[in-house]
Structure formats: C-alpha cells, structure tokens
C-alpha cells in the first residue's frame, strides 16, 4: 500500500540541519506513526511521503517555509524585567506560555539583562532548513475512529 490521505503511517527518521547536526531520531525508538493527510507532520516531510511504500528509503531536505516558516523578527521582543515579577531566576532557555501574535503561544528567553529579558515567539526550528533521512516501516488504511478524530490511536491516546 502506498501512502496516501487517509492512511496510518510509521516512520523511522534522522532528522539533521545543513551542518549534519542530529536534532532528532526516532532509530532505536518505536517509529512515529502519524495519519497522512491531516496535517499532523510537517507539509515538506508529509508531501515527500506520498506514493511510497513500506520497505521504502530515502533523503529530503525541507526548506523553512514547508518546515516550520522563517524566522520572524517582529516574534522577538525586548520587555522590562518587572514584567517577570513573581519568577525567581529569568534564565536564557525558559519558556512561558504567553499570547503572541497568533493567540496563545509558547515564548523562549534568549536574552537577559539587568534592566530587561528578551523572548522569541518563533518556534526553535523556525528558519531552519530540515534534513530526514527516513525509512517507511508500514503503511494501512487509517480507520473511520481514526480519520474522524484526526490522528492515529494507539498507546497513550485518552479517546
């Protein structure tokens, strides 16, 4: 079977940026399963999986835009520091939910000061071109619980 809309596929992936650093795998891991179709992977790694078939290997290279968008600079922010009153410690690293331009988002501290912190609404990988080295371990008909609630069922899932 080949993949296509409506179908539950597992995966097993490299994932790396141009200079070959790892920034994920699912290789000595249980494969990712997703439900092609319906958004639930990136649209460069989803589009470059249709019409293959389980056994199947191969290598992409997904650009910003169908990965996760280009970094946007109006996405980072410089605030006064009295506006993490109540945080202990503002380190670089820590993340808070926060609304942002697109409602409520996850913020990530890039920059501190004496007087003021900077976040960054982008999301990490944002303006990042992506790498997969991916092999196809099945692919089956998604079923009609799983193309209703728009995802694959399995362990973990409350429905």
């Not at 958004?39 to 470059?48: D, P, R």
């Not at 970094?71 to 506006?83: G, H, I, K, N, S």
């Amino acid at each position: 079977m080949q993949v296509a809309d409506k179908t539950a596929v597992s995966i097993h992936y490299t994932l790396t940026n141009d200079e070959g650093e790892v920034l994920d795998s699912s290789r000595g891991d249980e494969a990712m399963v997703y439900l092609h179709g319906f958004g639930n992977i990136i649209s460069g790694l989803e589009n470059a999986l249709v019409g293959k078939v389980a056994g199947e290997k191969f290598i992409v290279r997904v650009p910003p835009e169908d990965a996760y968008g280009e970094l946007m600079e109006e996405m980072v922010q410089v605030l006064p520091r009295e506006m993490f009153e109540g945080v202990d410690a503002v380190e670089v690293g820590m993340q808070f939910h926060a609304d942002v331009n697109a409602g409520a988002g996850i913020v990530t501290v890039v920059a501190v000061d004496d007087d003021n912190v900077t976040i960054d609404g982008n999301h990490p990988l944002a303006g990042v071109a992506l790498n997969f080295d991916v092999e196809v371990v099945e692919v089956r008909p998604a079923t009609a619980e799983e193309t209703a609630h728009g995802h694959i069922h399995g362990a973990g899932c409350n429905h």
